[in-house]
């Protein structure tokens, strides 16, 4: 699939890596968010249901992917700086969609906050403002295994769990993924853990409250870690928001099955191409 590449100064001169994959029947760009120790590599299998429809962009965060040999001399990022790369982005690709997935949706929510004029609209997958006990235990795994550093243990954790549902090919790609990254990755790593488990959720909903961009939630069914249940928390916040589920699938959504991926798909291209505003009403769709 071919795509431009270019590499973009941002907030505070940090350099990030970028791919434009162009779509000359279309003016409509949306920009893809992935989510922690993830590259845009992870965003292969949504390329193939978005690129028909619109210019796609995807990204790698600076401490990660193809941005990390550009920024060797690099502080700690934290979310509310994503969201401001994020920005940005949106503003030099004259993005109008965005999607996020997982914790990416962190600093795509703050920075829909801040009501950037361009976007359209939004999607937000694998992801909910509950902190629940099964997404406690991960946090706290996960902190002890990257303070110390245990590669086969982080790996290891992150296929047990929310990665539970992946097919082994998925699973063992992970693995090698996750399990060699350098130590500074994992410390970035560490300190979005920090981050998201000392996050003031009311403070958190009373941000989302700001946005007025017509938002889609969209959850795995068999998520236990972001589930359905508590994404629908944010439709007390933000009233242009509906929410999809997506049957007999996880954390990784279209990632684990060709059924999860055409009903991703079916959900995706109902909410970014129909016409009109949402208005006030929220929505709940059962796919699958």
């Known amino acids: ?99 996020a997935f997982s914790w990416g949706s962190v600093a795509a929510l703050l920075a829909l906050a801040q009501r950037p004029a361009r976007i359209n609209k939004a999607i937000i997958s694998s992801f909910s403002p509950v902190l629940n006990s099964p997404m406690l235990d991960y946090l706290s795994n996960a902190r002890a295994a990257l303070g110390a550093c245990d590669r086969q243990a982080i790996g290891n954790l992150i296929n047990d769990t929310i990665g539970e549902h992946l097919p082994p090919l998925f699973k063992r790609c992970n693995f090698r993924h996750v399990s060699t990254l350098e130590e500074f990755e994992y410390a970035q790593m560490l300190f979005h853990i920090r981050q998201v488990a000392s996050l003031d959720r009311d403070r958190f909903m009373g941000c989302v409250g700001n946005i007025d961009t017509p938002l889609l939630f969209i959850n795995g069914e068999l998520d236990r870690y972001t589930s359905p249940d508590d994404a629908l928390r944010f439709s007390r916040m933000a009233p242009q928001s509906e929410f999809a589920t997506i049957r007999h699938t996880g954390h990784f959504l279209e990632l684990e099955h060709k059924t999860a991926w055409q009903d991703v798909k079916q959900v995706v291209e109902r909410f970014v191409l129909r016409d009109g505003a949402m208005g006030n009403e929220q929505k709940m769709a059962m796919v699958g």
Do not use: W
């Open 1 to 99: 699939m071919y795509a431009e590449k270019a590499l973009i100064r941002v907030h505070r001169d940090l350099k990030v890596h970028t791919c434009f994959y162009p779509n000359p029947h279309t003016a409509a760009t949306i920009i893809l968010v992935n989510g922690s120790l993830a590259t845009s590599v992870s965003f292969n299998a949504s390329l193939k249901y978005l690129t028909p429809i619109f210019n796609v962009v995807t990204y790698d965060q600076p401490y990660q992917g193809q941005s990390r040999v550009h920024n060797r001399q690099l502080p700690l990022i934290g979310k509310e700086d994503e969201a401001l790369i994020l920005l940005e982005l949106i503003e030099h690709f004259r993005a109008d969609h965005l999607l």
